[in-house]
């Protein structure tokens, strides 16, 4: 694809509901990271892949946050029982070796 | 400084202004400085990547200088256009680690009013 690609691109969930956003990446792209960014805050780090491997999660807010790149290339953000405090806008973007990243669109987590 | 701060946090400017925002980041450790321009529904987009001390990048009106010692950098836009409404984020990353994760400022929102 031309770009990365991300879905949904708005999701609304009740408080307790699990959720998984999904990231496609620029073909190619070894490096995948996914941020949080809060209402009013720069994006923050949560978690970072270089091909299938997962080599820093020390951004994730807590264990009910999980991610995966099993094949290397789509990545799943998944989070369990949600709150409200995790409502923003997912970013996932990705990375060649040059150290440009390539975003997506986000999506935006509201969770009632 | 342990963040990456960015100033003013907005920004309202008439078409035709020329305008600059700081970007400030921990000098120690330094590896490069981004510039991104993200506009409301579409993915951020990158503008500037920058490494070394005194390093001026351009883009069209946009142009971009960098101080690794003292750590800061300054977007310019010179002759604001309304197209160029959107937030800029700046980002750092540090050399250790190996994966130059980037560290992202709140952003500037500018807004250019016809």
């Known amino acids: ?112 | 400084i342990l963040n990456v701060e960015q100033s003013p946090q907005s920004l309202h400017v008439q078409e035709g202004d020329s305008t600059n925002f700081t970007c400030s980041f921990p000098s120690s450790n330094f590896y490069a400085l981004h510039w991104y321009r993200w506009e409301t529904a579409k993915s951020p987009e990158a503008l500037f990547v920058m490494t070394l001390n005194g390093d001026e990048k351009k883009k069209g009106r946009i142009s971009a200088t960098l101080n690794t010692k003292e750590g800061y950098s300054y977007l310019y836009i010179k002759g604001s256009q309304p197209e160029d409404s959107a937030t800029y984020l700046c980002a750092s990353s540090p050399l250790s680690g190996g994966s130059y994760i980037p560290t992202f400022g709140r952003g500037t929102s500018l807004i250019v009013h016809p």
């Not at chain 1, 070894?30 to 091909?51: D, I």
């Not at chain 1, 264990?63 to 989070?79: C, Q, Y």
């Not at chain 1, 923003?88 to 969770?111: E, I, K, N, S």
């Open chain 1, 1 to 112: 694809g031309a770009g990365v690609s991300q879905s949904p691109r708005y999701k609304v969930a009740k408080r307790g509901q699990d959720v998984a956003l999904r990231c496609d990446p620029i073909s190619g792209h070894v490096s995948l990271f996914w941020y949080q960014q809060a209402l009013g805050q720069g994006p923050e780090f949560l978690t970072y892949f270089q091909n299938e491997a997962q080599l820093d999660k020390s951004g994730l807010p807590s264990d009910r946050f999980f991610a995966e790149r099993p094949e290397g290339s789509v990545s799943t953000l998944k989070i369990q029982r949600t709150q409200k405090e995790d409502s923003a806008v997912y970013l996932c973007a990705t990375r060649t070796m040059a150290d440009t990243q390539y975003f997506g669109p986000g999506t935006r987590l509201t969770v009632l």
